[in-house]
């Protein structure tokens, strides 16, 4: 069974991402379009522009052409924007890197892109140049100073203000963001995503989202994920708002930003969605600007997002998507209409969606949980250098496996349950660790929390969940809390006590961290 939106079809201009992006550049040049949140540092869009020019003269002064690549090794600031756009606009690919990458993951991605320069901020220098020199790239460039860098002051000086690119570029083919992605299985593959995915992926949400020229939003999500790239970077652009940048989430800072720019709606992970309903510092800030949160890049309970809600006093929705579909699928406009608490939303428009049996592949009723299999203008070109994987991923009518387990009702809302590859097998059944974390979320001693598989000779896995506590409370408590909420082969059979829960810059839960931890102590005794 095919699903589809219940939205209208868009259409999708034939155009390059920044052709898009700055459409109506014009009609705001002299407003603020990034501004750097610890410094108070801000570009107009007339800045920007003229930033994004001279960067791309640089880059062509330095014989950087249609299809060469570059690798933005940083955190979020202004200038990344300026970078990203020029790259763009020459028919380069972006290669993005995750800043907490060491030396040796960063030049596996350098390698594997073939990145001829990479651009990186001057506490990650170190790492940069060393990677780098492992691969045989000539020239690093930092923000600032900082040894066996150039300085991007030095890098753009002396270059053509107009320079163009040399051959035309090609929205449909093209690619020009290739972030990495583990995908459903393996270690990271380049994603290759063409002008026209996220030109589609725009266009496809940008009817949800009542973003308008002066509005603030603050950028938490790292421009490296393709969330904080595309929602956030290019899409408050598109709509002539401000990003104001933090080059790491500080609850602080962000709630200062929050509270000092009047900010109306906020893109966020279920971490920070955690923080703001539970955390005390909350209640010292003004929030009453904030009408609309939108959640994404990992599953969030019914319970944390209520909570949520109730403690802002503003809309708590989600989203679904993934890297390798640009990354929108699934949205909740802004019309409380449409939200279902624990629900990513409805289907955007131009995109399909069968939710397919797990095992018998067959398509599942509605109501009924399977695999989520996309298709759309948004779903990437491919792997890079890895046509089995695409294979894998793709089908040859071009279905997108998603690895993520959910269903839809009645309605069309669909429900992530998680994914595939982190289900616990216990004797047989099923038990998705991201609805037990909701759970214990609920409690009101924990702070925070993660749930991982756990081997057993009579089960083969059992549910144990790692917890942060906010208060005193036992492992018993916490065991006999879950079971009283869920079927019996679900129960949590052990739990320990943490610090803090290892997390990705996008929030996903690092599972395989604790997974590892666990099974270390199995190999010692």
Known sequence: MILRSPFPEVPIPHVTIGEFVFEHAGDWWDEPAMIDGPSGRSLTYGDLRT????????????????GDVLCLYSPNVPEYAAVFFAVAELGGVNTTANPTYGAEELARQLKDSGAKIVVTAPQLA?????????????????????????????????????????????PATDVVALPYSSGTTGLPKGVMLTHRNLVANLAQIEFSDSTAPGDHLVGVLPFFHIYGMLVVLCGVLRKGGCVL????????QYLRLTSTYGVRRAFLVPPIALALA?????????????????????????????SCAARIGCVVKQGYGMTE?????????????????????????????????????????????????????????????NPDATA??????????????????????????????????????????AELEG???THPAVADCAVIPMANEEAGEVPKAFVVTRADVTSEQLMAYVAGKVASFKKVRSVEFIEKIPKSPSGKILRRELIALERSRIVRS
Request: charged fraction near 25%.
């Open 126 to 170: 170190e790492r940069a140049c060393m990677a780098a020199a492992a691969t045989g790239i000539k020239e690093v460039v930092s923000w600032t100073d900082a040894p066996g860098c150039t300085p991007f002051a030095t890098f753009m000086s002396g270059a053509p203000a107009h320079a163009h690119a040399a051959h035309k570029v090609e």
């Open 278 to 306: 539970k955390h005390p510092m909350v209640d010292q800030f003004d929030l009453s600007k904030l009408k609309f949160v939108t959640s994404g890049a990992a599953p969030m309970g019914r319970e944390l997002e209520e």
């Open 439 to 441: 759970v214990l979320l």
């Open 392 to 433: 894998q991923a793709i089908d040859i009518d071009g279905w997108l496996q998603t690895g993520d387990v959910g269903h839809v009702d009645a309605d069309g809302f669909y429900f992530i349950v998680d994914r595939l590859k982190e289900f616990i097998k216990y004797k047989g059944f099923q038990v998705a660790p």
């Open 51 to 66: 930033l994004i020019g001279r960067c791309r003269g640089a880059l062509v002064a330095r014989g950087f052409t249609r």
């Open 245 to 252: 940048t933090m080059p790491q989430f500080d609850l602080e």
């Open 325 to 385: 579909t640009s990354p929108v699928t699934h949205f909740t406009p802004e019309d409380p209409a449409f939200v279902r608490h624990g629900s990513c939303g409805l289907l955007v428009p131009n995109t399909e969606c069968r939710i397919v049996h797990v095992e018998t592949r067959r398509d599942v009723e509605k109501g009924e949980q399977g695999e989520l299999l996309i298709r759309g203008p948004q779903v990437m070109k491919g792997y890079l250098n």
